[in-house]
């Protein structure tokens, strides 16, 4: 896991500490694994960020938050990953989560129009609900565990080849300092 490239997107925890409209949050806001990026906090963001990225309701930054907090997991991170959803990948993206739904639930996919209105969200969202919001919980545990599964074993990888180096950097030594 590029963890320098994380660190230097994540502000400081002395950076946090300056924000003077975090004052009002108290200081639960300055938790450490809020802010610090280790192998649980960025994985776990990336489960959070991920599964909240597939609820289909405005507020999804605030539910990460939330999450992020409970969790005592990376804050930026998560909230950051929501926005895999936004308004160019929305409709790819739900709409593959509505047909899961729809195969998972035996529905047969609706063949409508889309549009963005009021009268074809009163009109068609009715007979896909079920199987869109299935859909949804569904890919957004799928996607956070496929995220927290890979940012747990690229971390693991990458400690493990660290350890390695050092071994054979020692060993060099050791071998220099005989001679």
Same mark, same amino acid.
């Given at each position: ?35 610090? *990026? ?5 994985? @776990? ?8 990225? +597939? *609820? ?39 709409? @593959? ?16 129009? +889309?549009? *963005? ?24 545990? +799928? +996607? ?5 599964? *890979? ?29």
């Amino acid at each position: 896991m590029p963890k320098k490239f994380l660190q230097k997107i994540v502000p400081s925890h002395t950076r946090i500490r300056s924000i003077k409209a975090l004052h009002v949050l108290g200081d639960w806001i300055y938790d450490g694994n809020l802010w610090h *990026i280790n192998r649980y906090s960025a994985s @776990m963001a990336f489960f959070v960020g991920l599964f909240v990225a +597939f *609820i289909p309701i405005p507020g999804q930054t605030l539910i990460a938050a939330i999450l992020a907090v409970l969790l005592r997991c990376n804050l930026p991170l998560s909230v950051g990953l929501v926005f895999l959803t936004n308004p160019v990948t929305m409709p790819p993206l739900f709409y @593959m989560a509505y047909k899961i739904g729809a195969l998972l639930i035996d529905v047969p996919v609706a063949a409508t129009e +889309f549009e *963005i209105n009021t009268r074809w969200l009163r009109n068609s969202l009715g007979g896909i609900w079920r199987p869109f919001l299935l859909g949804c919980l569904i890919c957004g545990l +799928f +996607f956070g565990s496929v995220g927290y599964v *890979i940012v747990n074993q690229l971390w693991r990888w990458r400690v493990a080849r660290q350890w390695q180096a050092r071994k054979r950097e020692r060993a060099a030594r050791a071998l220099n300092d005989l001679d």
